[in-house]
């Protein structure tokens, strides 16, 4: 019986103003907060996705570096059968916070619709499916820690039952000014892969 086999085929990294594919480097925003640092990066990589300025951070933050490395497959325009699988610790507390905000006063009580919407931190994948038309299964997980080892496994299972022939998988965290994205895309190889916890860690370890 053949074992299948899976492939870290590339991966992303957005920190410190500098976002990465495959380990080099595609921009450096001269900017100091991250709200600018992500239009800075925005306008420089010709992302094209209006709806990007109403999203809140964590989702900006997720989008641009998906947006970066799913743009270097070439996928499909009409849908394609990737997998989104994130994690973080921070969930979306960025947006609950400005949240909270907005309803914290009796007497200045005005919540607003465009932010409550985005007090889920699994919302940034549902920006990241329909700008790439991604039909598959998603999930957002919620770690101490980056969980490299939980990642690998379930990205391996959605690949073994065919719920998907690829797999984005990855860490978006922000809460306040500490932000960092990791993501990577896993895909079924006829030889043995690199799709180990080891090799996940490690490229997650080597950002720039």
């Known amino acids: 019986m053949n074992t299948a086999h899976f492939d870290i085929t590339t991966y ?11 380990g080099e480097l595609l921009f450096s925003s001269s900017e100091t907060e991250l709200p600018e ?11 094209d996705y209006r709806k990007f300025f109403k999203m809140d951070t964590l989702s900006k933050a997720a989008f641009l570096p998906a947006d970066v490395l799913l743009k270097s497959q070439n996928l499909a325009s009409e849908e394609n059968s990737i997998a989104v699988v994130l994690s973080n610790n921070a969930s979306s507390l960025d947006t609950d916070r400005k949240h909270q905000e907005s309803i914290a006063e009796a007497d200045n009580f ?57 797999v984005l998988c ?12 990791f993501l990577y895309l896993v895909t079924q190889t006829n030889e043995k892969g690199n799709h180990t916890t080891a090799e996940i860690n490690r490229l997650y370890n080597d950002q720039l």
């Open 110 to 166: 005005y919540p607003s619709p465009a932010v409550f919407v985005y007090t889920l931190p699994n919302i940034c994948i549902g920006e990241i499916s329909i700008k790439h038309r991604l039909f598959s299964e998603n999930s957002f997980f919620i770690f101490e820690t980056f969980n490299a080892r939980h990642l690998q496994l379930y990205a391996k299972q959605l690949l073994n039952t065919k719920k998907a022939d690829k």
């Open 170 to 181: 990855g860490w978006v965290n922000v809460d306040a000014d500490k932000y960092e994205s």
């Open 37 to 47: 640092i992500l239009k800075d990066i925005y306008k420089n990589l010709d992302t």
């Open 12 to 22: 992303v990294h957005f920190k410190d103003g500098k976002i990465s594919l495959d």
